[in-house]
């Protein structure tokens, strides 16, 4: 992606490891939780280096934030039907969207415990509490990455095809979970239009309103890792449901085949 002008100079191209960062957080549904509150803490420095860059003019409203998620989206790994049903002993159909769903949200709600334990160390422990911004920043990106990954997968499952090359695609997908609705393929809007200006600001709000959910993670001591891991939860399940009626209704439910064919 191009670099932006802002009033306070240029906000510079995202640094590789931040979306390698993302793209693993997103993916590895196995990850123990040192390992995870390790990488989120990595993410969080590099995300605070880059917003001190970015500088006052380039954070307001989300702006930053949005380009971020917007340049790193790309690098979100989707599998498609083929490597689903393998990964997932052959279910498809409403099956093997329920196995999805449940790896999301069992991604999302670590992800809430991971970053709450570590805001809750840094809670009493004054002279660190300036990491706490980047942090919850770094939790909101991985959030809102594992939301479209699961959305991408679900649209696979219930065959719509977004064509187009891989940016084209993850501005898609990020517009639809920006949305929280899925991409229709009677409408060419849906896909044409992604991340245009109307669609920026909504992803920009949409971000805003994510961060806001993992800021319940800096209560002190453990709770917020349980808050943030409720709340995590139920909007994962929830986005979930309102994709697969969206999907249901333009295409009508898949039918289950548990076994792979010969």
Known sequence: MAEETTGEGQIPAVNEEIGDLIGRLSADEGLDRD??????????RLLGASARKAGATGLAGGRWMSDVFSEVAPRIPIRD?????????GLQGERLADNLVRGAVNATTAVGAAGGALAA???VAPPLLLSAPAQLIAETLVLAAIEVKLI???????GVQV????TVRAAAFVTAWAKQRGISPLDS????????VAAKQT???R?????????????????????????NRAATRRLAETIRQDLRRNLGAVPDQPTLPE
């Open 121 to 123: 160390v840094e809670f």
């Open 203 to 205: 992803l920009r709000k």
């Open 81 to 89: 039907l083929e490597t689903l049903r393998l990964h997932h002993e």
């Open 35 to 44: 390992t995870r509150g390790r990488l989120l803490a990595r993410l969080a």
């Open 163 to 166: 064509q187009g090359n891989g």
């Open 207 to 231: 971000l805003l309103r994510t961060l806001g959910r993992s800021l319940t993670t800096m209560g002190p001591f453990l709770t917020g890792a349980l808050a943030g891991g409720a709340l």
């Open 152 to 158: 991408a997968e679900l649209h696979e499952v219930y």
């Open 189 to 196: 809007n849906s896909v044409t239009n992604a991340l245009g």
